[in-house]
């Protein structure tokens, strides 16, 4: 079980199907909460983080997590419940540190929206971490937006509260609507974003080209 604070409260939330079997309703911000966790993914061996967007067939991660030449190779997504699909980058910007993996097959949790403008100063954030590291998500304030010089095709990058570590780079931070507004970049505390919202339209065009029918299935979830 994970749980976070806002306003004094604690919300904890648990898999939708633990609560499903329990017979009990789902609210709309713990569903939330549950599906951003799901979203979000590992790469490779765990080096990098990502989400799932668009109409599912594409990653979000950071493009300093991408190996120089890499930029048309294989990358493997490793799922919360065990699955395992492979992609290729069809994106890769370094100058705002972003990158789209398209995979091989749909992926297997519900994709989150990409918001189309940059959140304002003092909004409330939240960073769902990584599902192999416990722990519960993060209330993070975005305290201002401004330059980053490892972001030099930035103007806005997310300055936030954020306490990350190594290995949550290309992970995301969503809004109250559980849109993803920027990734983990890095900074002395793995505090500062690079936004998201620029990509947006790019994104609807990935997954209009990705639309084909999918050569291979998804593989089954491990036992």
Known sequence: MRAWKRGGVTVAFVAVTAWMACGQPV??????????????????????????VGTGRHVLTAAHCVAQGQDAGPEHTNF?????????????????????????????VAPLEVADALPAPGEPLVFTGRFDRP??????????????PS????????????????????????????????LVHGGARCSIAAPTADIAPELQRLSQEASQPLARGLPPAPR
């Open 27 to 52: 609210d709309p911000e713990t569903r939330g909460l549950q599906e951003a966790a799901a979203a979000t993914v590992t790469l490779g061996e765990g080096h990098c983080a990502g989400v799932v």
């Open 80 to 108: 919360e419940d065990g699955r395992r699909l492979e992609g290729r980058y069809v994106f890769v910007d370094r100058g705002r540190d972003l990158a789209v993996l398209e995979l091989e097959a749909k992926a297997p």
């Open 135 to 148: 722990g519960a998500p993060q209330q993070v304030q975005l305290e201002r937006l401004g330059r980053c």
């Open 151 to 182: 972001l030099p095709d930035v103007p806005a990058a997310l300055f936030t509260t954020m306490h990350g570590i190594p290995g949550d780079s290309g992970a995301p931070l969503v809004d109250a609507r559980m849109r993803v507004v920027g």
